[in-house]
């Protein structure tokens, strides 16, 4: 959705595309690069807009359907999110993306082999997907496979090194297991790495590492 630029500038982007768009109106692609761009941004609004004109330039272009799917979750509408996944999985079979997030919103809506089925053929596509690997972990953690938690966990760590939230999820599981020490070393890295500062976990993690330590 975002290949052929390299700026990392949100704002350089958001010129960039919308240049694209005025010198060529109906060009859809820009419209999903724009949308993403806003989206990025945190704009969710702007995003949807965007999305929902390059569908309407483009009906087939699982793409945008995939970007609108981002853009819904956001803002919580779990159902049109999972719609708009299911036409980016039907119009592209083999775009990892969408089975990524529909098992995120399958989690979310408790149907945890779903999101399992999901994960599994986003792996299966995209073999080196440290995200679905992670979001695995997760949901076999919620199912009580603390086992094959760790395995997901492992992998995605070795699969992105320098990302935070496995390192939680595995902190957990080491903790779930009856391993402070394990589960220390991980919390830690997970602060490390930056994780929690923008979601409130960062003071949770330091908390547990506390709890933790009267342990050993």
């Known amino acids: 959705m975002r290949e052929g630029f390299k700026a990392t500038d949100r704002d350089e982007k958001l010129r960039f595309y919308s240049e694209a768009i005025r010198l060529q109106p109906k060009y859809a ?4 690069n724009r949308g993403s761009a806003h989206y990025d941004k945190g704009d969710v609004e702007r995003g949807l807009k965007d999305y929902n004109e390059a569908i309407r330039l483009k009906p087939t272009f699982a793409e945008a359907f995939y970007g609108r799917g981002l853009a819904r979750k956001a803002k919580g509408d779990l159902e049109g999110a999972f719609k708009d996944y299911n036409e980016a999985i039907r119009l592209k079979p083999d775009y990892a993306d969408p089975f990524n997030d529909r098992g995120i919103v399958r989690y979310e809506k408790g149907e945890l082999e779903g999101a399992i089925g999901d994960y599994n053929e986003a792996i ?28 997901d966990y492992n992998e995605a760590i070795r699969l992105k090194p320098d990302h935070a939230n496995p390192f939680y999820g595995r902190a957990l599981t080491w903790q779930a297991r009856d391993q402070p020490a394990a589960a220390i070393a ?14 409130g976990f960062k003071e949770k993690a330091e908390a547990q590492i506390r709890e933790l330590k009267k342990k050993l």
């Not at 692609?29 to 999903?32: G, L, P, T």
């Not at 690997?133 to 997760?138: K, Q």
């Open 186 to 199: 991980d919390f830690q890295k997970y602060l490390d790495l930056g994780g929690g500062v923008k979601d």
């Open 124 to 151: 299966r596509l995209k073999p080196d997907y440290a995200s679905a690997f992670y979001n695995r972990g997760i949901v076999r953690k919620a199912k009580g496979d603390l086992e094959g938690a760790l395995k």
């Open 29 to 32: 692609e820009a419209f999903v």
